[in-house]
């Protein structure tokens, strides 16, 4: 049971560039999450999915675009990427049964555009 | 204004010492809150959930004061294991399960 899995690990980008992050889980959990994290500021929602197949934005979704695959993976795409997107990606996920229950986060993505 | 702040310290403490971090919350509509470790270039992982009449899990302590919207994490004996940054964390009404994350204290226990 891995839990939450992230890949890759580790980017490096040129401005302009484009990627894609993935992130999947075997939870079988309906809801999953994007976060970046930023010094001093805390994990911030790019965008979420609270079932299959349905996707929102969070509070900071510019620049992103996400896919629900199946239940078990949702992916981040960055288009164009800005150095105003370095960061951390965590990708997390919960059962969403009820309100404010238990997230489960990834290793996360360490990112670096230049 | 941050929706969630907290000190980010750091907090360096001797092993055995007892430590409090609190946490302010600007969404008096808030439904429930929790505290989070997360260690050095790690993930978040949940520590507890604070409930309305305070709990306790071992050596931490969590207390939800809704009047003055503020959260605090008491360890008691600390151990060098402890040594992590412990977020704040707030569900708010009607955001739809979206997590607000404080920054984080960062705590370092000391031999």
């Known amino acids: 049971n891995a839990g939450v899995t992230q890949t890759p690990k580790f980017q490096v980008l040129k401005t302009g560039q484009s990627m894609t992050l993935q992130c999947a889980q075997d939870m079988n959990h309906n809801s999953m999450y994007w976060y970046r994290q930023d010094p001093g500021m805390g994990l911030r929602l790019i965008y979420y999915s609270a079932s299959e197949g349905t996707t929102d934005k969070g509070e900071v979704p510019n620049g992103y675009n996400v896919s629900r695959l199946n239940k078990r993976e949702f992916s981040l795409r960055l288009e164009s990427a800005a150095p105003s997107q370095t960061s951390v990606y965590f990708c997390?996920?919960?059962?969403?049964?009820?309100?404010?229950?238990?997230?489960?986060f990834g290793p996360g993505t360490r990112l670096l555009v230049l | 204004r941050k929706e969630v702040e907290q000190d980010p310290g750091p907090f360096n403490v001797p092993e055995g010492a007892t430590v409090a971090f609190n946490c302010t919350y600007s969404?008096?509509?808030?439904?429930?809150f929790f505290w989070y470790r997360q260690d050095c270039r790690k993930e978040p992982k949940l520590l507890m959930s604070v409930y309305s009449s305070g709990n306790e899990d071992g050596r931490f302590t969590a207390q939800l004061n809704r009047a003055s919207q503020y959260i605090s994490l008491l360890i008691r004996d600390s151990k060098l294991s402890d040594s992590a940054t412990y977020l704040c964390v707030v569900l708010f009404s009607g955001s739809a399960r979206q997590l607000t994350f404080g920054s984080g204290t960062q705590l370092t226990v000391l031999p």
């Open positions: 997390a996920s919960s059962e969403a049964r009820q309100v404010g229950e238990t997230q489960y």
């Open positions: 969404n008096s509509a808030s439904q429930s």
